[in-house]
C-alpha cells in the first residue's frame, strides 16, 4: 500500500512530503479522501506522511503533544529518537495501535520532516536520517527513490522531482495510485496532481 517521498531542499530550508491517495489490500483498492500527509498538530514546521496503516495514521494525524513548542530550536535527531518516539509509542498504545511481540514494541512507518530535516520512523520506532536528503516508503518506495536518484542531476524543483517519483511508483506498483499531494514545512499549501 502507498508511496510516501520526502524531500530536503536545505538551500531554502523546507522539507517536502508528497504521498499517494490509494489505499489497498491484495487485488482491491480505493482511494481515500483523508490524505496521507499532514501537519503536526502542535507546531506549523513539521508533517508526516504514513505508510503501514491508515490507523496508525489518524492516531498521529490528531495527537496533540508530539512536539513541544518549547523544545523547537533544539528539534534534531536526539529530540525525534528520545523524546518525539516515547510520547508517539503512548499515542498508538493509547490508540490500541501498538502491537508487542514478546515485549518488543512496534508501531509502523512514516516520514517525519520538520524545517529543513527528513528523518523515516520504522516499525521498530527507530529514528533514520539519510545522507541523501531525499527518502521514501511504502510499496513503491524502490519506484520513487530510483527515480529520486535519476532526476538529481536534473534542473527540477523538488515539487516536479516528489511528483515524478510518485507517478514512476504508480507506473509499476499496483499499491501506488494517483490523486497526489504534495505539502512542505514552510506553509500549508497543498498541491493536488490528479496524475
Known amino acids: 500500500m502507498t ?3 520526502g524531500f530536503t531542499d536545505k538551500a531554502k530550508g523546507v522539507t517536502y512530503i508528497g504521498v499517494d491517495s490509494q489505499g489497498s489490500a ?3 483498492y480505493r482511494i481515500r479522501k ?5 501537519k503536526l498538530k502542535d507546531t506549523d514546521n513539521a508533517l508526516a506522511g504514513f505508510t503501514t496503516s491508515f490507523r496508525m495514521g489518524q492516531l498521529l494525524m490528531y495527537a496533540t503533544g508530539l512536539i513541544d513548542k518549547r523544545d523547537e530550536p ?5 529530540y525525534i529518537t528520545t523524546k518525539f518516539v516515547p510520547k508517539l509509542i503512548r499515542v498508538f498504545e493509547d490508540g490500541g495501535f501498538a502491537r508487542s511481540d514478546s515485549g ?12 529543513d530535516k527528513l528523518w523515516r520512523i520504522e516499525n521498530d520506532y527507530q529514528v533514520a536520517e ?3 536528503g531525499y527518502d521514501a516508503c511504502g510499496c513503491g518506495e ?8 535519476t532526476s538529481e542531476g ?3 524543483d523538488p515539487v516536479a522531482r516528489i511528483h515524478l517519483a510518485l507517478e514512476t511508483a504508480a507506473s509499476f506498483s499496483c499499491g501506488v495510485g494517483a490523486p497526489f499531494y504534495i505539502m512542505n514545512t514552510k506553509d500549508d499549501e497543498v498541491i493536488e496532481f490528479t496524475s
Do not use: N, P, R, W
Open 104 to 115: 518488543e514494541k512496534s508501531g509502523g512507518t512514516f516520514l517525519l520532516a520538520y524545517k
Open 130 to 132: 539519510y545522507e541523501k
Open 74 to 78: 533544539d528539534i534534531d535527531h536526539e
Open 34 to 38: 483523508d490524505k496521507k500527509v499532514f
Open 142 to 149: 524502490q519506484y520513487a527513490l530510483g527515480s529520486l536518484k
Open 154 to 156: 536534473l534542473d527540477m
Open 3 to 5: 508511496c510516501i517521498v
Open 26 to 28: 491484495g487485488y482491491h
